[in-house]
């Protein structure tokens, strides 16, 4: 069974554009999250998806936004891209409709550098 | 707000040897899952073992075992026999049992092996 895949692998956007990541889920999985992952703040949520709708959202402005789609896979975007938007993003999927201990497996991520 | 704290940034262990990464969390929960995930260098993160907040027994799994001291919101990690496949970050995580995916991590403790 193939894991959770993230295109693109790589990004180097400008400041103020914008960009699109997207989170393919492992086949079978309807839960996805999102991640933001820096040196300095570390992992910090940023949304949460189940069948379409997001379930929860982190601490980040609204210049990040996010969807899933009925095959489960999902996008972020990020507007008006700012320097401090320059981390590891990655996704994660779950077979859990309701929580529970259920494994997350993460998908490689995608590094955004922001210039 | 849940928060989870690893005091040790970095750790080194000799191979063969054993080594303890310390985690502790604060909650008002009572339902929640505990998770220990590592992620090799420029690799995909995994998981490494969990813990259901209601299971008074340590989880262990091969290698890996925890100590998890609920009144004391503790959760270490004990890696024995390390091999130099260990060397890592190693995330602490914590998760409410209301339903949400959502993972609160610590900052990480980087782990080498020495050969």
């Known amino acids: 069974k193939a894991g959770v895949t993230q295109t693109p692998r790589y990004l180097i956007k400008t400041r103020g554009q914008q960009v699109t990541l997207s989170c393919s889920p492992i086949s079978g999985h309807r839960s996805v999250s999102w991640y933001q992952q820096t040196p300095g703040q570390g992992l910090q949520f940023l949304f949460e998806y189940f069948s379409e709708t997001q379930r929860n959202k982190g601490n980040f402005p609204g210049r990040f936004s996010g969807r899933q789609f009925s095959n489960s896979r999902s996008e972020m975007n990020v507007s008006t891209l700012e320097l401090g938007d320059s981390a590891l993003y990655l996704c994660?999927?779950?077979?859990?409709?309701?929580?529970?201990?259920?494994?997350?497996?993460f998908g490689p991520g995608t590094r955004l550098t922001v210039t | 707000a849940q928060t989870v704290t690893q005091s040790q940034p970095e750790m080194s262990v000799q191979e063969a040897e054993t080594v303890t990464l310390s985690c502790t969390y604060d909650?008002?929960?009572?339902?929640?899952?505990l998770f220990w995930y590592k992620q090799p260098p420029s690799r995909q993160m995994i998981l490494v073992i969990r813990q259901e907040a209601y299971k008074q027994q340590n989880a262990t799994e091969n290698r890996f075992s925890v100590n998890f001291q609920k009144a004391a919101k503790s959760f270490s990690l004990k890696i024995s026999d390390s091999q130099l496949g260990d060397a890592a970050m190693y995330f602490c995580a914590y998760r409410s049992g209301g339903g949400s995916e959502k993972l609160v991590f610590g900052k990480g403790t980087k782990l080498t092996v020495n050969p």
């Open positions: 909650t008002s929960e009572s339902d929640y899952y």
């Open positions: 994660a999927s779950s077979l859990a409709p309701r929580g529970g201990s259920y494994e997350q497996y």
